[in-house]
T-cell receptor, first 111, second 114 residues
């Protein structure tokens, strides 16, 4: 499985934007970029995914580099409820069944 | 229904007990997953079922026995566990086939082995 690299931790302030980076230099042409997050004492939850183009949804935006070797999850206006561990994961588009978690980024939001 | 339901939420068992964890979804997903998560670590994949057949076993010890009786249910049978098996066990489901196949996770079953 292609690997991803994320910073262990990041800190931001409430109501400010947060940019969470992810490097995936060995990404293949059929890999989707998925982001999940895990709030304390909960199971992981889906945030967003993309293949080549930037994506927006109600939770976040995903900016994908032109060479697809890196991506950035953007939380436009962080709240205290966004404090979580954020995982960037590559998943093959061809119906592959594995979703393998890396270490993720622990995001702390200061009031 | 957009949820994955796991029961029980908490389970304490001795090393000689036999118990089961249950997982249910009604989203029409044909892939179901078991993950194990230790404190402060990422979830680790254990098993994957596709169309009710075991498709991936990540070299999990035989004291963990998965079962998928139908497309909505997934069980994890536990027998002769060790204290180091204490962890949060997460169930997830997704569609199969070409596409993103986003996973939906349950809240987990927290297992303590005494």
């Amino acid at each position: 499985d292609a690997k991803t690299t994320q910073p262990n931790s990041m800190e931001s302030n409430e109501e400010e934007p947060v940019h969470l980076p992810c490097n995936h230099s060995t990404i293949s042409g059929t890999d989707y970029i998925h982001w999940y997050r895990q709030l304390p004492s909960q199971g992981p939850e889906y945030v967003i995914h993309g293949l080549t183009s930037n994506v927006n949804n109600r939770m976040a935006s995903l900016a994908i580099a032109e060479d697809r070797k890196s991506s950035t999850l953007i939380l436009h206006r962080a709240t205290l409820r966004d404090a979580a561990v954020y995982y960037c994961i590559l998943r093959d588009v061809k119906g592959a069944q594995k979703l393998v978690f890396g270490q993720g980024t622990r995001l702390t939001i200061n009031p | 229904d957009t949820e994955v339901t796991q029961t029980p939420k908490h389970l304490v068992m001795g090393m000689t007990n036999k118990k089961s964890l249950k997982c249910e979804q009604h989203m029409g997903h044909r892939a179901m997953y078991w993950y194990k998560q230790k404190a402060k670590k990422p979830p680790e994949l254990m098993f994957v079922y596709s169309y009710e057949k075991l498709s991936i076993n990540e070299s999990v010890p035989s004291r963990f026995s998965p079962e998928c009786p139908n497309s909505s249910l997934l069980n994890l049978h536990l027998h002769a566990l060790q204290p180091e098996d204490s962890a949060l066990y997460l169930c997830a489901s997704s569609h199969l086939g070409i596409g993103a196949n986003v996973l939906t996770f349950g809240a987990g079953s927290r297992l303590t082995v005494l």
